[in-house]
């Protein structure tokens, strides 16, 4: 089946660490997302990736950083910079190109705690 | 500014009944829009895109009103299973296909009640 998948489903972080979020996507897609949820808000973009190899800082990039070696993966790292990071983190994915409807596929999300 | 506006709710329904509820949007730039539907602790899903004519799916009904920057979701004939956050969400479209555009409101929370 394809899809994004996203591990773990729950992580407990001590202060001070940094800590790396997984999302893989078999979709083919050439876009990839960050977003945080925090309770009652809507999603805020993080980074976002239209190619490998490359990627752009959403509106809430400081405190997390980003890689794109692979089409397939796009992992995200909250540092120990980032002041609050306790919230839902969610992936996504979607085609790349010229339609402003290019639906966006999100993954189950990962819930990070900051104990 | 990039802002889209939701009325948070709760909105409680009895199911059977009809519901409707809008989301304003700021930038009169917006392209394109939709409605995603989130369950309790999971990821949103799409629902419906918006075009400027309309577009019905099923019970699903979502209209876009460019002038007034609003757009509307209607359920009719509600099930307990339609129970959900649902988030406006509009894109701004740049070149390439704008994903730093997208930008996502708070969502309204709708309880359908046996």
């Known amino acids: 089946d394809g899809g994004i998948t996203q591990s773990p489903k729950y992580l407990f972080r001590k202060e001070g660490q940094n800590v790396t979020l997984s999302c893989e996507q078999n979709?083919?897609?050439?876009?990839m997302y960050w977003y945080r949820q925090d309770p009652g808000q809507g999603l805020r973009l993080i980074y976002y990736?239209?190619?490998?190899?490359?990627?752009q800082k959403g509106d809430i990039a400081e405190g997390y950083s980003v890689s794109r070696e692979k089409k397939e993966s796009f992992p995200l790292t909250v540092t120990s910079a980032q002041k609050n990071p306790t919230a839902f983190y969610l992936c996504?994915?979607?085609?790349?190109?010229?339609?402003?409807?290019?639906?966006?596929?999100f993954g189950p999300g990962t819930r990070l705690t900051v104990l | 500014r990039k802002e889209v506006e939701q009325d948070p709710g709760p909105f409680n329904v009895p199911e059977g009944a009809t519901v409707a509820f809008n989301c304003t949007y700021s930038?009169?730039?917006?392209?394109?829009f939709f409605w995603y539907r989130q369950d309790c602790r999971k990821e949103p899903k799409l629902l419906m895109s918006?075009?400027?004519s309309g577009n019905e799916d099923g019970r699903f009904t979502a209209q876009l009103n460019r002038a007034s920057q609003y757009i509307s979701l209607l359920i009719r004939d509600s099930k307990l299973s339609d129970s959900a956050t649902y988030l406006c969400?509009?894109?701004?479209?740049?070149?390439?296909?704008?994903?730093?555009?997208?930008?996502f409101g708070k969502g309204t929370h709708l309880i359908i009640q046996p």
């Open positions: 930038n009169s730039a917006s392209q394109s």
């Open positions: 918006v075009y400027s």
């Open positions: 996504a994915s979607s085609i790349w190109g010229p339609s402003s409807y290019n639906e966006q596929f």
């Open positions: 979709l083919n897609h050439d876009a």
């Open positions: 969400v509009v894109n701004i479209a740049h070149s390439g296909g704008g994903a730093d555009g997208l930008t």
């Open positions: 990736s239209q190619i490998v190899n490359d990627f």
